[in-house]
């Protein structure tokens, strides 16, 4: 703790007296955070759950000004409700951040809480129901689950149903486990034992464009953070609490052939002309070997090695590819004997769509002239994302193409044989903590006691892509992910859903967080 916020935490005592009830020294003589939060739950859980579905029903889309607008004020409110000293954020251009402080006398530790409030689009024709409609279901869809009502006031939760609505599991699921926990709190008289920092951003979906100049603007509010804890993601693929201590990178790009100028008659021009799909399939599958191993020069070779405690980490991992295939339908995967984990801590090169022509009833006799493939490349810990994106395009060119960004002028198509356009780009790198920090390991062992027991999986990476290169690289901070949501929450596609008993996780979990030891 700096000067400037000890001598903010001694004048904010009386206030947080007012906010939190009589104060004490850790919580000695007190009931315990988890029980008071626990308790809480268990005599409110149908209107934690009528509450956090009227968070879900607000529209959460970046480019929505006014529904992000809505959803910011809606939390800023609830958290100071809850005791919160919250205010918005704003630059011009940009998102607004919910921001939002307690100040514990005496605190000695920090935590900055990262959540983002905002969702991918949805397209409600391939909804089950209205995304922004929360739909509360028995069990999962895909097991047989039946719709009904939420709960009234003392009936008993079923852990097993699951709400469906956009934003369920990415990423309000932990907005709707903390506020419960604040409001206990608040209402009890229990005492968090660190400084909060609730950092709250709306376009992360959109690729967080604004939040290096946040971090920048508003340095003087986040200078005494400690550790930055990630509320997002899923837990592991067998249902046990996760914690990861990085994130992959990401860039990508889109690559358009080009065959005759404009579509012709494949009866008539049928192996005369180039067909812009079967180049395009050719490029792609020059890029990446049947095991997966992907086969553009030097993809792998910066790749920083992981250390002994991550490596110690990565085989006690458990080992459920077996179980994750039958419920994926995979007869194989890419890189076996390699387990996901293990493949996680690479870098990945991915179609994520491609498109031609047209198929199935719309399906004509025609040549396109075009065929358009999005990649998206995942990046590890020592990959840059310029590089990167540099190693494909070489790879194209040894190809015989000539990259162009824009479409080809009629010179230019009569000058050069294979022609692809290569668009987009951007992205960031990846981001990664040492295991072996004390700061960090006292978060694990919060979760360890939310779970009930050591069943709680420590991963020195995950899959999912955030820019918190901007907290270790640009802050000099450590970064933790603390992810609740269930693992087949189907984040960013349609149904999206939370499972119940993973709420109540969150809320569990966040009490121990909130109460930790020696902060």
Do not use: C
Not at 96 to 123: F, K, S
Not at 352 to 367: D, E, P, Q, W, Y
Not at 422 to 439: F, K
Request: charge should be negative.
């Amino acid at each position: 703790m700096s000067v400037s916020r000890s001598s903010l935490a001694s004048i904010l005592a009386l206030s947080l007296a007012h906010s939190f009830g009589p104060l004490a020294a850790g919580l000695a003589g007190q009931e315990s955070g988890s029980d008071v939060a626990r308790a809480f739950r268990d005599a409110n859980g149908a209107r934690i759950l009528s509450d956090y579905a009227q968070l879900l029903s607000i529209p959460n889309v970046a480019s929505d000004s006014a529904g992000i607008w809505k959803n910011a004020e809606f939390i800023r409110d609830r958290l100071g409700e809850r005791g919160v000293d919250s205010r918005l954020l704003t630059l011009q251009g940009a998102n607004p951040i919910v921001y939002g402080e307690i100040m514990v006398p005496g605190a000695t530790r920090t935590l900055g809480l990262y959540v983002h409030y905002d969702g991918q689009p949805a397209d409600p024709t391939n909804w089950t129901h209205d995304p922004w409609t929360p739909t509360l279901y028995t069990k999962s869809m895909e097991i047989g689950g039946e719709p009904r009502p939420f709960p009234e006031a003392g009936e008993a939760i079923d852990p097993e149903w699951r709400i469906y609505a956009r934003a369920a599991g990415d990423d309000k699921a932990p907005i709707g486990a903390m506020l419960p926990v604040l409001e206990a709190f608040h209402t009890s008289g229990v005492t968090p034992t660190s400084n909060l920092i609730f950092f709250f951003e709306g376009e992360e979906e959109a690729g967080s464009t604004n939040l290096g100049r946040y971090l920048e603007s508003y340095g003087d509010l986040i200078e005494d953070i400690d550790v930055w804890l990630l509320f997002d993601g899923p837990v592991h693929q067998s249902g046990r609490p996760l914690l990861s201590f990085g994130v992959r990178g990401v860039t990508g790009m889109e690559i358009t052939v080009y065959g005759p100028i404009r579509g012709l008659h494949s009866g008539h021009y049928g192996n005369w002309a180039p067909v812009p799909g079967q180049m395009l399939a050719n490029l792609l599958a020059s890029m990446k070997a049947d095991d997966g191993k992907v086969l553009i020069e030097g993809f792998y070779d910066t790749v920083e090695p992981l250390g002994a405690m991550e490596l110690d980490a990565l085989q006690k991992l458990p080992k459920y590819d077996a179980e994750l295939k039958r419920e994926l339908g995979l007869a194989r995967t890419e890189g076996e004997p390699q387990t996901l984990p293990e493949r996680l801590q690479l870098p990945s090169l991915t179609v994520r769509g491609l498109s031609s022509g047209n198929t199935g009833a719309l399906a004509r006799n025609v040549i396109p002239s075009t065929a358009t493939a999005a990649l998206g490349v995942r990046l590890v810990k020592g990959n840059d994302p310029a590089h990167m994106r540099s190693l494909v395009e070489a790879h194209i060119r040894k190809q015989g193409y000539h990259i162009v960004r824009e479409d080809p002028d009629m010179e230019t198509r009569l000058a050069h044989p294979k022609i692809a356009k290569v668009s987009g780009g951007g992205g960031y790198p990846a981001a990664r903590s040492p295991m072996d920090l004390p700061i960090l390991q006292e978060v694990v062992e919060a979760a360890r006691r939310a779970a009930g027991n050591d069943d709680v999986v420590l991963s020195p990476g995950s899959g999912g892509s955030l820019p918190l290169y901007l907290f270790t690289d640009m802050l000099q901070k450590p970064i933790l992910m603390v992810p609740i949501a269930n693992h087949d929450d189907l984040q960013h596609a349609p149904d999206e859903n939370l499972r119940i008993w993973n709420l109540w996780y969150g809320i569990d979990f966040y009490a121990q967080l909130f109460t930790m030891p020696g902060g």
